[in-house]
């Protein structure tokens, strides 16, 4: 009678295992959220990610300092090799590069990044590998990947972008990812020019 209870509690633990694991295969797992500012494993941008502004479950990322913004001539970078004629004069300092990554079922965020150095876009996803590790994943042709590994960093360096995304001093997302523009009442009054406005002598 002993061994028929081991068995009969046996049993019911192995069944409430496999009732827990298919559970768990039916969820998609949580993704970890990756928004912040990181420095890339070569040194040399530190890229922020935070929501876009036209879809927020997307994350968007934009290079916010270059460890060379400028040529030797003192002349900022430039994003000439863009397919898009009307982003080549854009500045590469301030420029989007991750457009748009959605989370998939494995709890990363998945999509395309602009690569600036050859104008062309690749697949890429990223995911938390601790508190303060991002782990980069880009594919070319779906065939050959790479992994890199970003440093999460709180602290500013001079050149580094501060300002809100699409404000004056901070980068510029591309026209299909940005905040939508709150609409122009009609009639609304519009403040006085700097100097308009007199005031009168005592």
Known sequence: MTLRFVLRVSLRIV???LLSMAESRGHAA???DPTGTWLTEDGRARVRIERCGAMPD???GYIVW?????????????DRLNPDPAKR??????????????????GRYAGEVYNAEDGKTYSVSIWREG???????????????????WAQVTDLVPGQLVAATGEGGGPVP??????????????????????AIKTKAN
């Open 89 to 106: 004069s854009r500045l590469l300092l301030g420029h989007q590069m991750l457009l748009g990554l959605k989370p998939n079922p494995d």
């Open 131 to 149: 508190p303060k590790m991002l782990a980069v994943k880009g594919c070319l042709l779906g065939l050959f990947c790479a992994t890199q590994g």
């Open 58 to 60: 997307r994350l968007c």
């Open 30 to 32: 949580p993704a970890s």
């Open 66 to 78: 270059a460890k060379e913004a400028a040529d030797a001539r003192g002349q900022p970078f430039r």
């Open 174 to 195: 591309d026209r299909e990812w940005a905040a939508p523009k709150p609409p122009v009442t009609a009639g609304a009054a519009k403040p006085p020019p700097p100097g």
């Open 15 to 17: 069944v409430s295992l």
